[in-house]
């Protein structure tokens, strides 16, 4: 029994710590059927990160000030993916798109908006 919850300690503790580790923070809030989520940088250098909303994918880099987005109504938190990384230097001062077949990106795929 004493094995078992040493084991479990152990693995709070990691987990802990990767959450602390983590650059980017995720927040949202419903306005009616719109949701608005909003990312902070939890680190003092620049970050570059994605927010999904399938099938909808914006890229954008945050310094020290937190970005908004209006998700389309429908969408909850838990329908949310954010990933992000630390970069060196901030390169692009506006979120972005990426259509890897180099063609207008239809309107019935955003979900995502900036505010």
Known sequence: MNH???ITASALALLSSAV???PGT?????EGEQLVATVSSQVEQP???QLIAEPDIVWFELEDQPISFRIEAGYRTHDLSLYCK???QKTKPRPWRINPYN?????WNKKIFPE
Not at 26 to 30: P, Y
């Open 4 to 6: 078992s919850l040493r």
């Open 20 to 22: 602390v580790a983590y």
């Open 26 to 30: 995720l927040s949202t809030l419903l």
């Open 47 to 49: 970050i570059r990160c």
């Open 86 to 88: 630390i970069i060196e």
């Open 103 to 107: 063609t207008p990106i239809p309107s």
